[in-house]
């Protein structure tokens, strides 16, 4: 991130009137403290005991949650999440209105399986206020997937609703028998970037899929919300396998839904 994008973000929170100059100085500096102070408990670590770099990134992301760009969790790791939150602030302040990304559904695309429609996963799924928190399970794979956006931490733990959990885990372990460990990492597929998260839909106001835990996210930077075909590097051949795996487990990639969000899997069709 650079300093001005940080500079803009304290400047719409109001905690910041000097210039957007990418010099942060001793003002910025007491900007972002004061961002620290207000949002403590938001914050997963201590913002004056890490690098500077951490720090900036923590006070974006707690700047973008506090205008509701949803950045995620305050950790000080730059994700997918802070990535789209601040491009959604950027698009904001330069265009004056928020960015609606189309999701048009592809015509030649029809899944098999029984899979909810995105109409009507808040009935099925339920609602991700009142409803979802309690219906999340976590999968524990027998292997680690690397965590995207810090690639030497990893897990095997990953948080979806319940009703499409078991689909999750046996695409995925279909997933790592068909390339192994190796080829999985060399083409980037155990890069996990995401689940279950209680936000709003990029680039629209309605419940990210993510929100009803039927959503995961994998290698986001190369496989952007905006990027069709063939640009995404999930269309290519290589990708195949396991964009068919995902989807005979219902896991269906949002490249063949909608033509974008090549990291994007979920399971409910448009
Ligand atoms: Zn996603």
Request: overall charge positive; charged content about 20%; proline content about 4%.
């Amino acid at each position: 991130m650079e300093d001005r994008h940080l500079q803009m973000l304290l400047a719409a929170t109001g905690d910041y009137a000097g210039g957007i100059d990418g010099a942060f100085g001793p003002r910025s500096n007491a900007a972002m403290l004061a961002v620290e102070l207000r949002h403590a408990d938001q914050y997963t670590f201590d913002p004056t005991s890490t690098t500077d770099h951490r720090r900036q990134t923590a006070c974006a992301q707690a700047c973008l949650n506090q205008l509701n760009y949803a950045a995620g969790i305050v950790d000080g790791w730059f994700g997918v999440n802070t990535t789209e939150a601040l491009n959604s602030f950027l698009f904001k302040i330069t265009n004056g209105r928020e960015e609606v990304i189309e999701r048009n559904p592809l015509a030649d695309f029809s899944p098999s399986g029984d899979i909810p429609r995105q109409r009507d996963v808040a009935n099925i799924y339920g609602d991700p206020n009142t409803q979802i928190p309690g219906r999340l399970t976590t999968i524990q794979l027998p292997f680690k997937l690397r965590i995207d956006h810090n690639l030497r931490q990893s897990t095997n733990k990953i948080r979806v609703h319940r009703d499409c959990a078991q689909q999750l885990e046996a695409a995925l372990i279909a997933v790592r028998a068909h390339y192994g460990a190796e080829k999985m990492n060399h083409l980037g597929i155990d890069r996990y970037a995401g689940a279950y998260n209680k936000r709003r839909m990029r680039g629209g106001t309605k419940w990210s899929m993510h929100a009803y835990g039927c959503a995961i996210d994998f290698y986001a930077a190369p496989n952007g919300l905006r990027v069709k075909c063939p640009q995404a590097l999930f269309c290519g051949a290589k990708y195949k396998p396991f964009l068919d795996i995902m989807q005979e487990h219902e896991w269906l990639p949002a490249i063949r839904l909608w033509g974008k969000d090549a990291m994007h899997f979920q399971r409910a069709r448009l």
